[in-house]
């Protein structure tokens, strides 16, 4: 040792401060040298303590002094007290380093750094607020320490609870782990806590904390088995929830509430062995037919295959004592074959379980192996089983039906009922019944309960459909007859039925044997009741006889009223006495429903024989006068059904002129409807029914257009018995002059219109018009040209054009009126030729002849508006699109660039019009729609690329167009080919372009695209119709106001015609205008819409006026509105149900796009409020 280590204390100081002393240091190793003065800088540091007594320092043998401490981040401190300088790279080793030195002012920056501050001080605040977390660390290393003795390695599962919610979780998780590992591991919780952390930085924290004690923790090759942990399987919830149970009544709880949740595919086979376990331990008989019933609502989860549990469920069946639970489980089977039907041998396995049972005592039991011999019986014979003597496979087919038609004679009612239905099954799946079951379900016709007979009606029905030949004796007789005719007559015997039920079924059952004899048929309609082929006397016969004896005492006895006189057998059909007037008795029957289903089965017999149909005619016009507006309404429809095969008597006319005195304008209109396709026999019912027609206009005014169309058929369909009544109709006088009639008048227009439409078939008649009358058809024919048609008359000048059609050919007018449409759309596709005036004007002329060809025909009426309607779309865009809008600034052309905007809104509308407000439209006309709306978007968001500042607005816009560009190419595929050169066709081609393109220049192709896309040739299928509502009330032309108390609610009854409207419940809503400007939007109740025929619907509803208080009198305007949505994506079929729900609870699309379509002209009403009393 040198003398400088010998040196004394005052010797050192008095030379550190006669120059900068140099220090040599070895720490742990590594060498450095600084200054004295840098190592006691901080003097509270530790460093500084040292070296401020170098007595106590330590040298090693090249006499550097020597510290004992890793030197391998000291430098990092050295160069913090040289310079100051905060390390950035291995923060926490050079903090820990700092903290030894107890150097403060590196201890605060390091911490101040975020490199250190989240893990120093945030992690301590974390920590601070997870509970018991150093007692649950300590727990942690002394349980591993445990169980790490006999083997090298210790499992501990750690339990994250981040809320209270998960809390309430815990015990089922850990049941459920218990459940899926073979050796219970100990399991240590952390939580809940309140804090932000999530639990992933809580397992974070406890592993960095049990490895600085020396623990290695391996990473897993599969963490997400433990991560399972935080969503059990639903197997093992199940068994939880049914091991926790102490008794039946939780246990049916926990089934319950498990029943109410969705089960994935991939789970449902472990939760059925779940339930067979648990099923097997059960004692209680009300948990065991849960679990059944849980077994078959199990077997049709969507993507599970049930034939891994079908012996499970074929062994319970065995082995099952409980009766109600033995049919429970048959149905489970049943549910189990359905769902595999290409499974031949699960079919005769369950088949021959239900064969077993067949004998059991409880009627439930024997119900379902019925049902399961109905459903799943075939005519193959069991694989394997042909050389056992099972016999061919018809054998095996009369096998399974002799099984079932034994039970027919079951003591059990309902047994008969299941056996007779599971007999219809088999012939529902297209198996052959035999004809040796007939005399059974015949006998079934007189069984003492209406379930077996009504179902013995459907078999004898069907067997009469599929032997209508064959000959069956009739009883206590030897005459042969048809089984038609004998299955029709047992039938018609149920329409005397004691069941309504029954009766009705039997009606309509007639209704649909037309194979039936005539003779058999007419019987039906006679009045004469057979009582043992001799005629009975009727009550008023009897009550007539006693009557003309003068005596005070009828002096009845037993049987006075047996038959008496004796009829020859040879005049007599051979059918039971209950075919004898059932449709009479069908059609005075007490209750509605079964005289409503007599109506409709005479109009079914009666469209395919027109002998039955005259018969008939009387007894449904008599039905006319029923008490119930539904008979009534139902009679109508009948009678027009078969309206070609009859001519009506005047008798007959006048009793079915007698209902349009009917309040219900339903039954006027249906009635206005029969008159269009009836035929009279005579003038006098040509002017019976024009007087009642025009007291019903005079009556009821709102039917003026319903009187005016029926006058027009009926007009062209009898032209010669209006001949002779024509100079009394139109008032002429071969002599003198008459006074003219009013032209405003709806009863002379009603007349014109009959005489016309009778002119048109008939050249004499225009030689008895009066001049006047010549005059009012130019008139009628200009105004009302769909109820005038185009007449020759003598010495008139014709209109050349559409008129100039033969007028004895209607086809031929409609021809050329389709001729005219063609051309008229063949003439747009020259466009492209024009210069741009030449092209609007153009458009403007065809717009203006489409409009008014759907005027003059109205069978082309929805598809000329169609065309008429894309073309005024065409016409906007053209405008919108002159260079005089481009080429200038565009603070230069504000107004004309809000008429581009404006345009471009307008066709976006036209577009909604276009695709919802017709029908009959096919794909091509869809895709048309939808491309007439990009147009629209594109050119909006190039007028919003002009006036928009920034670039995230045009972003978004671009980015969505694009989305639609994508959705159309996605949607209408097999279309693209017929729009070449369209705005479309032009987009797709540049896609790869487009996509990668900036907004600014998308917005320059798109308008590039707009002005050079060709006009697509328009393809009109073969009927379009136009959807038209017309408000009759209120009609809005009432002098008298609606009169209110100011401040509270006002009933407006409103009522309107519906035509070709799709979906009118969930399209048609109502629109009321207020004075202030405001909107109510009305949607009616689904019961509020009638449908009186194919295509119309009648909306009757009530809509209440609640607004503001105000005093002065206005109009308020009603318009009926046509809903739409229309969704550019579909709805994502990622969401997935519970097993007892169906797909109609899924959410609607977010994407749809909603709006309304005025289509009605608005009415206003007049309303006056009165002042509220104080």
């Given at each position: ?59 090693d ?8 401490r ?5 430098g ?11 390390p950035?790279?291995n ?71 981040r ?27 952390f ?68 029943a ?25 008989n ?28 074929i062994?319970t ?49 024997r ?16 694989p ?103 299955a ?52 008023h ?49 007490e209750m ?9 089965a ?13 018969k ?31 001519t ?38 040509i ?27 009926l ?76 007449l020759?008359l ?12 033969d ?15 063609q ?17 609007q ?75 919802f ?43 969505k ?5 994508e ?32 907004p ?13 896309s060709a ?11 136009r ?45 009321v ?84 379509i ?17």
């Amino acid at each position: 040792m040198n003398i400088m280590d010998l040196k004394s204390v005052e010797e050192y100081s008095e030379s550190s401060s006669s120059h900068t002393l140099v220090v040599n240091l070895n720490v742990g190793g590594h060498r450095f040298c600084t200054a004295l003065s840098t190592l006691t800088k901080y003097p509270e540091s530790k460093l500084a303590g040292w070296f401020g007594t170098p007595s106590k320092l330590v040298r090693d043998s090249q006499g550097h002094i020597f510290l004992d401490r890793d030197g391998s981040h000291f430098g990092a401190v050295l160069e913090f007290l040289r310079s100051e300088r905060v390390p950035t790279e291995n923060v926490q080793q050079v903090h820990r380093e700092a903290v030894h030195y107890n150097i403060s002012a590196l201890i605060r920056r390091l911490e101040e750094s975020p490199l250190l501050y989240g893990e120093l001080v945030g992690r301590k605040q974390f920590l601070a607020r997870v509970p018991h977390y150093k007692e649950n660390i300590e727990v942690l290393t002394r349980i591993a320490r445990a169980e790490a003795v006999a083997s090298r390695h210790s499992s501990i599962i750690i339990c994250v609870l981040r809320t209270q919610e998960d809390l309430g979780c815990y015990d089922n998780a850990i049941a459920s782990l218990e459940a899926m590992t073979r050796h219970k591991e100990a399991v240590v919780t952390f939580g809940p806590w309140n804090a932000g952390p999530l639990p992933k930085d809580l397992l974070d924290c406890v592993k960095k904390d049990i490895e600085s004690q020396g623990y290695t923790i391996p990473q897993e090759e599969a963490p997400a088995k433990k991560l399972r942990l935080c969503k059990p399987s639903k197997s093992a919830a199940l068994h939880v929830d049914l091991c926790k149970a102490t008794n039946s009544t939780d246990a049916l709880q926990y089934l319950l509430q498990f029943a109410r949740k969705p089960v994935e595919a991939e789970s449902v086979e472990g939760v059925v062995r779940i339930l067979l376990e648990h099923y097997y331990k059960e004692t209680d008989n009300s948990v065991r037919l849960k679990i059944a019933s849980l077994l078959g609502l199990l077997s049709k989860t969507v993507g599970f295959s049930p034939d891994c549990i079908v012996e499970d469920v074929i062994s319970t069946v065995s082995n099952e004592k409980s009766h109600q639970v033995l049919a429970q489980l048959l149905d489970t089977l049943l549910i189990i074959g359905v769902q595999l039907p290409e499974s031949p041998v699960v079919a005769h396995r369950i088949v021959d379980v239900a064969c077993k049972h067949l004998s059991d005592t409880y009627f439930g039991v024997r119900n379902k192996c019925l049902q399961l011999l109905g459903c799943l019986g075939t005519m193959d014979s069991p694989p394997g089983k042909d050389a056992e003597g099972l016999g061919p496979s018809t054998g095996a087919a009369r096998d399974v039906q002799g099984i079932i038609s034994d039970h027919f004679g079951d003591q059990d009612p309902r047994v008969r009922t299941a056996a007779l239905k599971a007999m219809l099954q088999l012939h529902e799946r297209g198996m052959i019944i035999q004809q040796i079951i007939y005399d059974q379900a015949c006998r079934l016709l007189a069984d003492d309960y209406e379930q077996v007979r009504s179902a013995a009606v459907q078999i004898v029905w069907v067997l009469s459909v599929l032997y209508p030949e064959s000959i069956v004796p009739i009883p206590s007789s030897n005459e042969e007859i048809r089984l038609v005719d004998d299955a029709f007559g047992k039938i018609s015997h149920m329409v005397s039925d004691g069941s309504w039920m029954v009766r009705v079924q039997a009606a309509k059952t007639l209704g649909s044997m037309l194979q039936v004899s005539p003779h058999f048929l007419e019987q039906t309609l006679d009045k004469k009741l057979m009582s043992d082929l001799r005629r009975k006397r009727t009550a008023h016969e009897r009550a007539k006889e006693l009557f003309a004896s003068g005596e005070f005492s009828s002096g009845r006895k037993w049987a006075d009223d047996a038959p008496k006189e004796k009829l020859d057998t040879n005049t007599v059909n051979l059918i039971a006495s209950g075919a004898c007037g059932a449709f009479v008795h069908g059609l005075e029957d007490e209750m509605f429903e079964v005289r409503i289903a007599a109506v409709e089965a005479l109009c079914q017999l009666a469209r395919s024989s027109p002998s039955f149909a005259e018969k008939c005619l009387d007894f449904l016009v008599d039905m006319f006068n029923d008490e119930i507006e539904e008979v009534r309404l139902q009679s109508i429809h009948v009678l027009r059904e078969i309206s070609t095969h009859i001519t009506l008597r005047e008798d007959q006319l006048d009793t079915v002129l007698a209902v349009l005195e009917d309040s219900s304008r339903d039954i006027r209109e249906a009635l206005h409807e029969l008159l269009c396709y009836t035929n009279v026999s005579t003038k006098e019912c040509i002017q019976l029914a024009l007087l009642e027609l025009l007291k019903n206009l005079n009556k009821y005014p709102s039917d003026r257009n319903s009187v005016w169309k029926c006058l027009k058929f009926l007009g062209s369909r009898h032209p010669m018995l209006v001949l002779p009544l024509v100079p009394e109709l139109l008032s002429t006088h071969p002599y003198f002059d008459t006074p003219e009639p009013d032209m405003d008048d709806p009863a002379y227009i009603a007349v014109l219109v009959l005489v016309f439409n009778a002119a048109k078939s008939c050249p004499t008649m225009p030689a008895l018009f009066s001049d006047h009358t010549f005059r009012h058809y130019a008139y009628l024919r200009d105004s009302l040209s769909h109820l005038v048609p185009p007449l020759r008359l003598p010495g008139r000048k014709q209109v050349h054009g559409l008129d100039s059609v033969d007028s004895g050919s209607e086809s031929g007018s409609v021809e050329s009126a389709k001729l005219f449409l063609q051309q008229s759309l063949d003439r747009i596709s020259t466009i492209q030729n024009l210069e741009a005036p030449g092209a609007q004007d153009l458009l403007i002329f065809t717009i203006r002849d489409l409009q008014r060809l759907g005027q003059l025909q109205t069978e082309l009426a929805g598809a000329a508006d169609f065309c008429a309607t894309y073309l005024r779309c065409q016409l906007l865009l053209i405008k919108a699109l002159q260079d005089k809008l481009w080429n200038m600034a565009v603070p230069l052309c504000l107004k004309q660039n809000v008429t581009a905007m404006a345009a471009a809104q307008q066709v976006l509308e036209e577009s909604y019009k276009l695709e919802f407000m017709y029908s009959g439209l096919e794909s091509r006309q869809v895709a048309i729609a939808h491309h007439v709306r990009l147009q629209a978007k594109a050119l909006r968001l190039i007028l919003s690329a002009r006036t928009t500042h920034g670039q995230d607005p045009l972003i978004s816009s671009s980015e969505k167009f694009l989305q639609e560009l994508e959705s159309f190419h996605r949607l209408f595929p097999a279309e693209l080919p017929h729009f070449q050169d369209s705005f479309v066709d032009k987009l797709l081609e540049l896609t790869p372009r487009l996509l990668s393109c900036k907004p600014a220049e998308l917005v320059k192709i798109l308008q590039t695209a707009l002005r050079q896309s060709a006009l697509l040739q328009l393809s009109l299928p073969q009927q379009i119709y136009r959807a038209t509502a017309n408000i009759i009330e209120p009609t809005g032309e009432s002098d008298n106001p609606l009169r209110f108390t100011s401040g509270l609610v006002v009933a407006l009854d409103v009522d309107a015609t519906l035509e070709h409207v799709r979906d009118p419940q969930n399209s048609v809503k109502v629109e009321v205008l207020y004075p202030d400007g405001q909107s109510h939007v009305i949607h009616p109740k689904p019961g509020d819409f009638r449908k009186p025929g194919p295509s119309r619907h009648r909306l009757i509803t009530q809509v209440y006026l609640s607004h503001s208080a105000w005093t002065e009198p206005s109009q308020v305007e009603v318009r009926l509105l046509l809903a739409y949505s229309s969704s550019s994506s579909a709805s994502s079929p990622d969401s997935k149900l519970a097993w007892n729900d169906s797909i109609d609870s899924l959410p609607p699309p977010e994407a749809a796009v909603e709006g309304t379509i005025a289509f009605s002209k608005p009415v206003k009403i007049f309303i006056m409020p009165k002042p509220a009393r104080r």
